[in-house]
């Protein structure tokens, strides 16, 4: 009788195992920040190749760089990083950071998204933000909180942003989001010279949906994780210019018919070091 109460046991324990697996779904990309490349900074060629090496191994279904991704606003510098990462096999999108683009002494966002665009058949689009769907289940937004005109080390959310990221919401209301750009809502730190300007209506209109599960970011330099009282994930990247080279790895585990908060979806984040 005990051993067949035993085996009874192993076999329920088997069951939901299998139950568990069957209405899981998981998906996992790379979040790159801060690669300041120059061009001809023998380093920076040298990294990235390992990186692009380490990303074959890994293969994620994308990957994210978050902006800064040239240390100084010059065309030269654009195309030296983007045939940098032209040998990453998988599809990789860009955000715009403080240093990357800027019409003052530096290079209008026109020409950078068009230099991204001629090596990137993945990012199709030459918006300053746009959206893509990695699968049938989420929707992943590149927002863009930099200056048009002038460097500023202070991210800013434009209300026509806002309007545009809210229809997006209003439209999926079953999907679940995930939003990235350069300067952090939550910063893994308080300092007050990089922090991002204006975000009351920013906050308030996340803290409206339900659906933003993670937002990401560079700029701070920094490895953090951090849940607020939403659930929502604000996770900070180390810069991958710094020792020792490292980016992300974000495992995301959800079942999408029981979802209801973002405290339903499972995020493991793996620091990888080159």
């Known amino acids: 009788m005990l051993k067949f109460i035993q085996n009874f046991l192993v076999v329920l324990a088997v069951f939901v195992l299998i139950q ?17 490349y120059t061009l001809g900074d023998d380093i920076s060629d040298k990294y990235l190749y390992f990186l692009s090496s380490s990303l074959r191994k890994k293969s994620p279904e994308f990957v994210v760089f978050l902006g800064d991704n040239v240390d100084k606003s010059k065309e030269e510098n654009v195309i030296g990083f983007m045939r940098a990462i032209h040998t990453i096999n998988f599809p990789y999108y860009i955000v715009l950071g403080k240093n990357d683009a800027h019409s003052f002494s530096g290079l209008e966002k026109e020409i950078y998204l068009d230099i991204v665009s001629a ?101 701070y330099h920094q490895n953090s994780v951090q849940t607020d009282e939403n659930g929502i994930r604000h996770i900070s ?28 979806v499972e995020v493991e984040v793996t620091t990888v070091k080159i």
């Open 20 to 36: 568990n697996t069957a209405f899981s779904d998981m998906i996992e990309f790379a979040q790159v920040g801060d690669v300041h």
């Open 237 to 264: 990247a180390p810069s991958f210019k710094d020792i020792p080279h490292s980016y992300q790895l974000i495992k995301i585990i959800y079942d999408i018919d029981s979802y209801k908060t973002p405290k339903d």
């Open 119 to 219: 090596f990137n058949s993945n990012q199709d689009s030459k918006k300053k933000y746009y959206f893509f769907k990695p699968n049938k289940d989420i929707v992943c937004v590149v927002m863009d909180d930099t200056s048009d005109f002038v460097q500023s080390v202070h991210g800013e959310i434009s209300d026509e942003q806002l309007a545009w990221l809210e229809k997006l919401l209003i439209k999926y209301p079953k999907r679940l989001f995930v939003i990235f750009h350069h300067s952090p809502l939550l910063p893994p730190r308080i300092e007050y010279k990089l922090s991002m300007l204006n975000t009351e209506k920013y906050q308030n209109l996340v803290n409206k949906y339900k659906n933003i599960i993670i937002i990401s970011s560079g700029q």
